[in-house]
């Protein structure tokens, strides 16, 4: 079975700060999904950033990017610029690739805090 | 927003009461997922359903039956509640290979 560790409980960084988010992922497949996924204080889950595991150029949606190491099994989220509404918990997620239904595996979560 | 709807968003119950919260969408996806949500746990897959009366069991199935009678309906039902079922549950919905989706969830305290 596939497991997720994000080993970071919680992240303080003040304001316009870079801060990376670290997740590593145990599995024996080739082929899969990883995702990043943040919950603000409203409860949603927010889909971040998506990675799929064949593709080995990183993600990267806007100031949000990943560093994606498929040999270390290990995929990192890095948030440049930090803002106030970034402060949320993040979820590191993986998926099997595959037909059929897909199930989310998710690591423990960080919480961050974005300080003024 | 993916149309993903939850009902209720708050519930409170008592130890041994029957519960059911409903799952709704919109968007004609095959897949469904039913999630709870613990402190230091993520969120943790009870249930998932690929098409209607097709169901299967995800890591913590215990004390949990669910049903899909229409593609838009997932029902999660605690046939009798108890305290360590006090979690917020998250349903979701996905195709494959796609990211999946999820509702605003359902807090629901049992005491």
């Known amino acids: 079975a596939q497991t997720v560790t994000q080993s970071q409980p919680e992240m303080s960084v003040q304001e316009a700060e870079t801060v990376t988010l670290s997740c590593t992922y145990d599995t024996s497949e080739s082929n899969y999904y990883l995702f990043w996924y943040k919950q603000p204080p409203s409860r949603q889950m927010i889909l971040v950033i998506r990675q799929e595991a064949y593709k080995q150029q990183n993600a990267t949606e806007n100031r949000f990017s990943v560093n994606f190491q498929k040999a270390a099994k290990s995929f990192s989220l890095k948030i440049s610029d930090s803002q106030l509404g970034d402060t949320a918990m993040y979820f590191c997620?993986?998926?099997?690739?595959?037909?059929?239904?897909?199930?989310?595996?998710f690591g423990q979560g960080t919480r961050l805090t974005i300080n003024p | 927003d993916a149309g993903i709807t939850q009902s209720p968003r708050h519930k409170v119950t008592e130890t041994g009461t029957p519960v059911t919260l409903r799952c709704h969408q919109t968007e004609n996806h095959r897949y469904m997922y039913w999630y709870r949500q613990d402190p230091g746990h993520g969120l943790r897959l009870i249930h998932y359903s690929y098409g209607v009366k097709d169901t299967d069991k995800g890591e913590v199935s215990d004390g949990y039956s669910v049903s899909r009678s229409k593609t838009e309906d997932f029902l999660l039902t605690l046939e009798s509640a108890t305290s360590s079922q006090t979690s917020v549950y998250f349903c979701?919905?996905?195709?494959?290979?796609?990211?999946?989706?999820f509702g605003d969830g359902t807090r629901l305290s049992i005491l």
């Open positions: 979701a919905i996905g195709g494959v290979g796609q990211p999946q989706h």
């Open positions: 997620a993986f998926m099997n690739h595959g037909q059929g239904a897909q199930k989310l595996v």
